[in-house]
Every structure is written in structure tokens, then in C-alpha cells.
């Protein structure tokens, strides 16, 4: 019910129906399950990648999966979405790489920066 009424809500200020909102939210559990068992943080992350998505002109699952496998290889939290759009976008609009570009080097190199302690601004 909640997401229900978070999908009617929502859809329209990102020029979609609920039942599109819905479907993003099937996307975003699909690439981070974990997000299933708080509806609410299910609902904020799916906003960030929709917002990932329009920023960089790509496809909603594969903003939902780049979102999802970012915070996942540096082991962050779903309230950490956010930061980490911002980063990729900010890192779109400085360097040479778009958002789908960079989502491909960071599913390569993604795991050994973290594992390196590499922030994620950094491997950015």
C-alpha cells in the first residue's frame, strides 16, 4: 500500500504513471534485494536512480542496476544513493565519460577501489 501510494505520488513529478513508478520499484529490488524489506528506502533509491536516469539519458534498469551495484561495491547504505548519483553526474559534467560509460568501468574496477579503500569520489 505504501508504495502504492508513493508511486501515485511521485510518478508525476518525474512525467511518470504510478503504474511506471511501480515498475521502478521492481527494477530497484531486483538489483538490490535488501531494499524489499524497507519500503521506504525502496521508495528514496528508486528515486535517485529515476534521477540518475534522466540525468544521464540511459535506461532505468540500467540506472537502477549501476546505482544498486555502487552502493553495493562499497558496501553503503541505501541513504547513500543520493551521494553517489551526485558523484557520477558530477564526474559526467567534468570529465570526458558519460554516466553509462563510467557505470562499465566502475562494475570492472569497482570492487578493488573499495577493496583499496579507495573512495568512491576517487575512483570517480
Given at each position: ?11 508525476p ?12 520499484y ?10 524489499l ?17 534522466k540525468?544521464g ?7 537502477a ?21 551526485n ?38
Amino acid at each position: 500500500e505504501y508504495l502504492k501510494n508513493q508511486a501515485k505520488e511521485t510518478g508525476p513529478q518525474f512525467g511518470m504513471t504510478a503504474a511506471d513508478m511501480l515498475k521502478a520499484y521492481q527494477l530497484m529490488g531486483s538489483a538490490k534485494p535488501e531494499l524489499l524489506a524497507n519500503k521506504e528506502a525502496l521508495a528514496e533509491t528508486t528515486k535517485e536512480a529515476i534521477i540518475l536516469a534522466k540525468a544521464g539519458k540511459m535506461d532505468l534498469a540500467e540506472a537502477a542496476k549501476v546505482t544498486a551495484e555502487s552502493l553495493n561495491q562499497w558496501g553503503a547504505k541505501s541513504d547513500q544513493a543520493r551521494r553517489f548519483i551526485n558523484v557520477m553526474a558530477a564526474g559526467a559534467k567534468e570529465g570526458a565519460a558519460e554516466i553509462n560509460e563510467m557505470s562499465g568501468s566502475l562494475k570492472a574496477s569497482g570492487t578493488v577501489a573499495a577493496s583499496a579503500k579507495l573512495s568512491f569520489e576517487q575512483t570517480n
